[in-house]
């Protein structure tokens, strides 16, 4: 099964979208920060990542730099309360599969997902 990995120091986003993935049949893994998903062993276990932009200490963006360094290419999903065009650009640039606002549509993230996993999910 694969494991999404859930990045969001609000716990309420973080909390609401383990639920959403686990109600799929997905399996959900969550960290406070991206620091914290660095140094756990999910790096090489994730088949998405979902990631607020904008946290404490090391943003969203700037963790996909790190994991792209690393040589890590796992699917990326963005999400984030300020959607700055700039960031936006940036993130699509990178290859992302989707920059979401929130609050967003479960359905967005699921199509989402679902793109960066190359299924359907229903």
């Known amino acids: 099964m694969p494991t999404i990995t ?3 120091d609000d716990d309420e986003v973080r909390v ?4 959403l993935i686990q109600s799929y049949g997905l399996d959900a ?3 406070t920060s991206a620091e914290a998903f660095l ?3 999910m790096v090489d276990r994730t088949a998405c990542l979902i990631t607020d932009v904008q946290m404490p200490g090391m943003s969203g963006i700037d ?12 699917p990326m999903i963005f999400i984030t309360a300020f959607p700055e065009e700039r960031l936006r ?3 699509e ?9 929130k609050p ?5 993230l699921m199509s989402c997902v679902g793109k960066a996993l190359g299924q359907q999910l229903s």
Do not use: K, M, W, Y
């Open 6 to 8: 859930i990045i969001d």
């Open 16 to 19: 609401a979208t383990e639920n």
């Open 39 to 41: 140094e756990s062993p």
């Open 104 to 108: 967003f549509e479960a359905a967005s």
């Open 89 to 91: 650009r940036q993130a």
């Open 63 to 74: 963790l996909h730099r790190a994991l792209r360094a690393r040589g890590c290419a796992v």
């Open 29 to 31: 893994q969550t960290f």
């Open 93 to 101: 640039a990178a290859g992302a599969f989707g920059f979401l606002s």
